[in-house]
């Protein structure tokens, strides 16, 4: 008899504590405190922690892209877990237009951008109703594939906020938030 009354109350405790614990993925971002440059039409957006935890979570039933450039790929390092870079823009072959109003060369859309997703999707067995997360270097680009995605038909398309880097601190240095500076 004391089994019995041990197993019900270790069942009880696990119940409660399992509906008490939100995974931190589930966890919803609050909208309107989303940076306006950051912000998709979708509205669905996780931290650099939640992405990771939904990545994880989803047994190989997430896309998880990194859009940045291969350059910054390449200077800066991958995420853990990133299934493909797929850039969402790309530096000109030559780099020969320099952008005075963003200090560096300017960035012309990647023309493959939405077959290269559709065949990462297909190659994992997975469809436009699917989950999508999308990373970029600090949030601004990610929201920006995400409506292109949105627009061709994808309905679960999460950017990740503050991107690989993170914001800029008053000192103009990306050490404020973002995947890196989460310790990721």
Same mark, same amino acid.
């Given at each position: 008899?004391?089994?019995?009354?041990?197993?019900?109350?270790?069942?009880?405790?696990?119940?409660?504590?399992?509906?008490?614990?939100?995974?931190?993925?589930?966890?919803?971002?609050?909208?309107?405190?989303?940076?306006?440059?950051?912000?998709?039409?979708?509205?669905?957006?996780?931290?650099?922690?939640?992405?990771?935890?939904?990545?994880?979570?989803?047994?190989?039933?997430?896309?998880?892209?990194? *859009?940045?450039? !291969?350059?910054? &790929?390449?200077? %800066? =390092?991958?995420?853990?877990?990133?299934?493909?870079?797929?850039?969402?823009? #790309?530096?000109?072959?030559?780099?020969?237009?320099?952008?005075?109003?963003?200090?560096?060369?300017?960035?012309?859309?990647?023309?493959?951008?939405?077959?290269? *997703?559709?065949? !990462?999707?297909? &190659?994992?067995? %997975? =469809?436009?109703?699917?989950?999508?997360?999308?990373?970029?270097?600090?949030? #601004?680009?990610?929201?920006?594939?995400?409506?292109?995605?949105?627009?061709?038909?994808?309905?679960?398309?999460?950017?990740?906020?503050?991107?690989?880097?993170?914001?800029?601190?008053?000192?103009?240095?990306?050490?404020?938030?973002?995947?890196?500076?989460?310790?990721?």
């Amino acid at each position: 008899m004391p089994e019995k009354r041990l197993n019900f109350a270790a069942w009880i405790t696990a119940t409660f504590i399992g509906l008490s614990v939100t995974p931190a993925y589930a966890q919803k971002v609050d909208a309107s405190k989303v940076p306006e440059d950051q912000r998709s039409k979708l509205g669905l957006y996780v931290l650099p922690k939640q992405a990771l935890a939904l990545n994880r979570s989803q047994n190989g039933k997430v896309l998880f892209l990194d *859009v940045r450039t !291969r350059a910054e &790929a390449q200077f %800066l =390092g991958m995420a853990e877990g990133v299934d493909a870079l797929v850039p969402y823009v #790309e530096f000109q072959e030559f780099m020969t237009d320099w952008d005075e109003s963003r200090g560096f060369y300017k960035l012309e859309p990647f023309s493959d951008f939405a077959s290269e *997703v559709e065949r !990462r999707l297909k &190659a994992k067995g %997975l =469809g436009k109703s699917d989950t999508i997360v999308l990373m970029c270097r600090s949030g #601004e680009r990610s929201s920006r594939a995400a409506d292109l995605l949105e627009s061709l038909g994808y309905t679960k398309v999460y950017t990740v906020l503050y991107g690989f880097e993170g914001e800029l601190s008053a000192k103009g240095r990306r050490n404020i938030n973002g995947w890196k500076n989460d310790g990721l």
